[in-house]
């Protein structure tokens, strides 16, 4: 990826998503002290502890927007990053309810993780079409509630973390909120 290009994508990325960095953490605390929703939640620790679950992340550019101008059939990446070498990275989140039991919620749980996967793959090489990028230059990582994918990205090329239920909530409610 030439600098030009990586400097459009970035111009193309505060456009459509112009908040600052504090602002989107002032956003992600907002869903800590209310947690309405279990995979914003997951989200919000992600982004808060981004530095710890993916080191090379410096800039998040892109929060639940199509990658890929207004074409959202085409799918939302959760977050997009630019990296400390100038490359992007593509991350997906799927809060997976590991504490759920029975066959049917079995089954539920792999097609979520297989999904989490196709997705994030999916989504690196439309990028990589669309914005005429190397595929060397995007790295992708999924982050779930589900230890289960950590060794499945191997073979992907695909950088896996994970954090339990209990350690999310327990981080949700020791987390210092700053009113």
């Not at 959760?78 to 989140?93: A, G, P, R, W």
């Amino acid at each position: 990826m030439t600098a030009d290009a990586l400097g459009q994508f970035v111009a193309y990325c505060k456009k459509i998503q112009p908040q600052t960095q504090e602002e989107i953490k002032r956003f992600f605390e907002g869903v800590v002290g209310f947690p309405y929703d279990k995979e914003l939640l997951l989200q919000a620790y992600l982004f808060l502890n981004n530095k710890n679950l993916f080191p090379t992340c410096a800039e998040l550019l892109l929060f639940e927007k199509s990658p890929i101008a207004d074409y959202t059939d085409l799918g939302k990446c959760d977050f997009v990053y630019l990296t400390s070498q100038n490359k992007l990275f593509l991350i997906e989140t799927k809060f997976i309810d590991t504490e759920a039991t029975g066959a049917t919620e079995r089954k539920r749980r792999n097609k979520h993780r297989n999904k989490v996967f196709e997705q994030a793959i999916t989504l690196k090489h439309r990028f990589s079409e669309y914005w005429n990028i190397k595929l060397e230059e995007l790295e992708c990582g999924v982050f779930t509630t589900d230890p289960e994918v950590d060794w499945r990205g191997n073979d992907m090329n695909v950088i896996t973390k994970s954090i339990s239920i209990d350690k999310l909530e327990y981080w949700r409610k020791n987390y210092p909120i700053i009113i």
